[in-house]
Structures are given as C-alpha cells and as structure tokens.
C-alpha cells in the first residue's frame, strides 16, 4: 500500500535555526513527490517537487528537499527560519509519468517558530 | 492569473441536510480533484476528473456523496444527507500534465478548501 510518514507532528525552531522536516514514503516505484506548506486561514501551497534529475531540489521560500532513494526519504530543510515559515507542511507522492495521479498525503507537520 | 477557488468558505449544516461545495479550477486545467482532511488526519484523495468524466473516484466514502463537472469546468460536491463524521475541510486541486523533454509532470494547485462543520 502507498503510505507518506512525517514522523514529527509537532516541531519547534528558533527563528533563524536551521530546520529538517522529514518525510518518508513506501510506494511501488519511485514516485514524484511534493512538499506543500497551509499557512494559517490558507490553502495549500506547493513549496517543491521532485520528478526525476538532480535529487536536491530547489524551491520557493529558500526552501530545499533531497531525495534519497536507498532511504525512500524526500527531507525538506531551510539553512535558517523566519517566523512567517510558522505554518503547517504536507509530504506527499504521486504516480510517476501519467497514471492515474492521485496524491497521498502525510499527517503533516506542524512547525512553530520561536523568537 | 487566477487560482483555484472554492464557495464557501465555511458551511455549518446540521445532520440529515444537503450541502454543496463548489470548485472553480485555474483555467484551462483538464484535471480536476477533490481531497478531504478529517480533523487530526491526513488529506485523503476523494476523487479525479479529467474534463467532465471521472477518471477514479475510488476516494468517494459512500453514495451520500456525489460529485459533477459540468461541462469540464466548475465542479461541484454534493452530501446529501450529510452525517457528523462527514466534517472536515475538503480541497479542489486542479492540474495540467506538461511534457518537456520526454518527461510526463504534473502539479497539483489547491484552493483555500471548504470548511464543513455537520452538527
């Protein structure tokens, strides 16, 4: 069964500490994937993707994420923090290339920032 | 150029009535999805058309819901009766696949989501 995991539900940084979300998945070949963040009273927003190529991608908001395949993990970081980054943020995959394309989706993580 | 939205923003319904959401996606995007996110759980895909034929509603929880897309633009959700357990903020996403340089992509953008109280 396809499944994401975002072992941490709750996370809280320093404003301008560095900051590692991770996320790991279990699909049946390697799938696209995707982080999302939902600010307060806001609806999702893509951060990143990942399809194929370079596995350190590079996003918006100064953010990245690395895709390590042995792991199955797809690690979002920022070097360092800004209060506005307080939000919460979704892991999720999809089919690669055309079929179907459904997302599955992690719990999320939810991050604090502290000032 | 204009995102996906959604109508309403909140809807506060009590158990056994109907209600409807509306999606309106990016223009020109042939996909269309519905997601859910129950309280304390993870966002759970409902169901995808691509214009106005579901290609997978495999999503869908029951037949109280109902899902159209008129014509390959809005689409709308229907739950009729709706129950307690069917509160949640559900999301529309609409999507383009892109081909560049032999490979097949695809982004998913997402509307605000409906937030649904059953009481």
């Known amino acids: 069964a396809q499944s994401v995991t975002q072992p941490d539900i709750h996370i809280t940084v320093s404003e301008g500490a560095s900051l590692e979300l991770r996320c790991n998945y279990s699909?049946?070949?390697?799938?696209?994937l995707f982080w999302y963040v939902q600010s307060p009273g806001q609806g999702l927003q893509l951060l990143l993707k990942y399809f194929s190529g370079d596995t350190l991608v590079q996003g918006i908001k100064g953010f990245e994420a690395e895709f390590k395949r042995s792991q199955s993990s797809f690690n979002l970081r920022k070097p360092s923090v800004h209060w506005s980054d307080a939000a919460e943020y979704f892991c999720a995959v999809g089919p690669p290339r055309n079929y179907g394309n459904k997302l599955v989706f992690g719990a999320g993580t939810i991050l604090r920032v502290k000032s | 150029e204009a995102g996906v939205t959604q109508f309403p923003s909140h809807s506060v319904i009590e158990k056994g009535q109907t209600v409807t959401l509306r999606c309106d996606p990016i223009s020109g995007h042939d996909n269309l999805y519905w997601y859910r996110r129950v309280m304390g759980k993870e966002i759970k895909f409902l169901l995808h058309f691509v214009k106005e034929s579901k290609q997978d509603e495999s999503g869908m929880p029951n037949n109280r819901f109902l899902a159209e897309r008129t014509g390959g633009t809005y689409s709308t959700l229907k739950v009729q009766p709706a129950e307690l357990e069917d509160s949640g903020v559900y999301f529309c996403?609409?999507?383009?696949?892109?081909?560049?340089?032999?490979?097949?992509?695809?982004?998913?953008?997402f509307g605000p989501g409906t937030r649904l109280t059953v009481t």
């Open positions: 699909y049946g070949a390697t799938p696209y």
């Open positions: 996403a609409s999507s383009q696949l892109s081909i560049r340089g032999g490979l097949i992509s695809y982004e998913q953008y």
